[in-house]
């Protein structure tokens, strides 16, 4: 497959995941990214007023860094720069869309809806999957070879493992804390 023409200055190469495990060291963790960086603001686990508190003091916080903020299900009122979640969740969206892939089929998936790039995992085990299947390093770089867009390396990730992965870049949700 052919590369798709994405404007590369967009798509982030390091990209932190918000999570309620994670939560206590956002701010340390987010001191480390910058321009070219995003944080994928999740925090499902958070009621909607607290959630909204949680993400305006976390946008600004990346904002002063020049690091992209990008939405998961978040609603439309919130200034975001783009949006993160599977194929059908950003299909619809505007900004920059990241969409979560595990297998061949969701990466065509994500062509369809036209991502702009995205994260496929689990590369290896995850604190947040214990147990869970990973698609290994060998398994994930036939699958990412097989991406026409740009590929981010999810699951068990940390700088070292990702200097390891010749794809566009990597993200974690404890590997930047």
Same mark, same amino acid.
């Given at each position: ?63 002063? /860094? ?7 299900? =978040? ?21 920059? /869309? ?13 062509? /369809? ?24 390093? =060998? ?5 990412? /070879? ?32």
């Amino acid at each position: 497959m052919r590369k798709r023409q994405t404007n590369a200055k967009q798509v982030p190469r390091r990209v932190l995941l918000s999570d309620a495990r994670n939560d206590a060291g956002l701010e340390r963790a987010l001191a480390r990214l910058g321009p070219g960086d995003a944080l994928v603001f999740r925090h499902y686990h958070l009621s909607g007023g607290e959630r909204r508190q949680r993400f305006a003091r976390l946008a600004r916080l990346a904002r002063l /860094r020049g690091v992209a903020v990008i939405g998961a299900r =978040v609603p439309s009122g919130w200034r975001v720069d783009g949006s993160y979640g599977s194929a059908r969740e950003v299909s619809e969206q505007g900004g920059i /869309r990241l969409a979560t892939v595990h297998s061949l089929q969701e990466i065509g998936a994500a062509v /369809r809806a036209r991502a702009d790039a995205i994260l496929l995992s689990p590369v290896f085990p995850t604190r947040s999957h214990p147990g869970g299947k990973v698609l290994g390093p =060998v398994r994930f770089l036939l699958l990412a /070879r097989q991406s026409p867009l740009p590929v981010i390396a999810l699951g068990g990730m940390t700088r070292s493992r990702a200097r390891r992965l010749p794809v566009h870049g990597w993200a974690a949700i404890d590997g930047l804390a």
